[in-house]
């Protein structure tokens, strides 16, 4: 019997990259929401989680402002992100959210953590949120980008399959005092404050 990796493993994502598989890049509404929900970052860290390419953590950085670190379990992707540095920019590190050791990452506490087109493919939401919840400066921000389920004119599985469930929009929101929300097309952004 062969087993089936973790969609939250390397073992899931580094042949995707490995292959050149790239994901939707940033546009100017999802850039202008993030201005709007999550202001100038003043210099406080940032932790952008399943990083992919960079592109979301570049941006914190260079436009935003935020001390901005991104891990990614894959090393193809970190390793990616790193060759589009061309000058200082975000620190970058491979480390598996769901298993790694967070006393490596280079601070305790984050003013913002992100996570685009990653919670998704969280197969165990619970462990990684709670994870999250212990990263998070208090008064902090943890911005979540994700497809919703129901979204897509098709009839194709695989791609109907790229939404998240009702009952796990309503886990990643259980539990914060704050819970924003803003549509973009087929995606839904939060941002949640503890
Ligand atoms: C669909 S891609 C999105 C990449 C990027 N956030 C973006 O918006 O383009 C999902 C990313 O999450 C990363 N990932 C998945 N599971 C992870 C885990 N357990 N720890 C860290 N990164 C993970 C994958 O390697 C991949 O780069």
Excluded: N
């Amino acid at each position: 019997m062969t087993a089936i990796a973790s969609t939250a493993s390397p073992a899931h994502w580094e042949p995707l990259w490995h292959s050149r598989r790239r994901y939707r890049p940033l546009c100017q509404a999802e850039e202008q929401l993030m201005a709007e929900h999550l202001g100038p970052g003043e210099g406080r860290p940032a932790l952008d989680i399943g990083s992919g390419d960079g592109g979301l953590a570049r941006h914190l950085h260079h436009e935003l402002g935020y001390r901005t670190t991104g891990i990614d379990c894959s090393p193809s992707a970190i390793t990616l992100a790193a060759a589009q540095d061309t000058g200082p920019g975000p620190t970058w590190q491979c480390l598996d959210i769901a298993t790694g050791d967070l006393t490596t990452l280079p601070d305790t506490a984050y003013a913002l953590i992100t996570c685009r087109l990653v919670y998704r493919w969280m197969d165990d939401k619970p462990g990684f949120l709670s994870r999250v919840r212990r990263l998070l400066a208090p008064g902090g921000t943890f911005w979540v980008v994700t497809e919703i389920a129901g979204r897509r004119a098709t009839t194709d599985p695989a791609l109907l399959g790229l939404g998240i469930s009702p009952a796990d929009a309503e886990l990643l929101t259980a539990g914060w005092s704050v819970a924003r929300t803003a549509d973009l097309d087929v995606l839904r952004c939060y941002a949640l404050r503890p």
